[in-house]
């Protein structure tokens, strides 16, 4: 995605209907929206080529699948050895994301286990890697916000008056 990209009304409308109806084809956005179903089509089209749309898979919930523990890690790792630790992670399927991050700690990541036994399992293995200088967690006691994009391009958002004209509703 290129810096110079900005949302405009239709796209975060387009993008909030799809995460309201995520199994509603070109057809039914098309309806909704109040647009040319060609319009919709392109929408689309340029989101997935932007990268604004990076996955067309189901939202799951890992507590409801099982995985009712979570905790946020963050890892201290030896200067140069990022790549190493993220095979580390990667190959742990218990890792949901990671992310390098500044301050005090290089990496921040989430972990989803069925257990609190299976989560201490988890970090023993992170503490295994030789990459990993130190590592610090807590546990998740429960979602406050859930993660969430549309308020923020929403926000961002050109204003109506600019942006091709449609209807809500529906």
């Known amino acids: 995605m290129t810096d110079d ?6 796209d975060a409308a387009l993008l909030r209907t799809l995460a309201e109806r995520p199994r509603s084809g070109d057809l039914e956005l098309s309806r909704v929206l109040k647009v040319a179903r060609a319009t919709v089509q392109g929408r689309l089209r340029r989101l997935d080529e932007r990268g604004v749309i990076r996955d067309w898979a189901p939202a799951v919930d890992v507590a409801a699948a099982g995985f009712g523990v979570q905790a946020i890690i963050t890892l201290e790792i030896s200067q140069g050895l990022l790549e190493d630790v993220r095979e580390h992670l990667a190959a742990m ?3 949901l994301e990671a992310h390098v ?3 005090d700690h290089d990496v921040v990541c989430r972990v989803a286990t069925e257990s609190h036994e299976r989560l201490q399992d988890v ?3 992170l503490n295994q890697s030789p990459s990993v200088v130190r590592s610090t967690s807590v546990v998740v006691l429960s979602e406050l916000i859930p993660p969430r994009v549309l ?3 929403e926000s961002r958002a050109a204003p109506a008056d600019r942006a091709p004209s449609f209807r809500r509703d529906g």
Do not use: I, S
């Open 123 to 125: 970090l023993v293995r």
């Open 5 to 10: 990209y900005r949302a405009d009304a239709l």
């Open 93 to 95: 399927p218990e890792v």
């Open 151 to 153: 308020p923020l391009l």
């Open 101 to 103: 991050t500044t301050g």
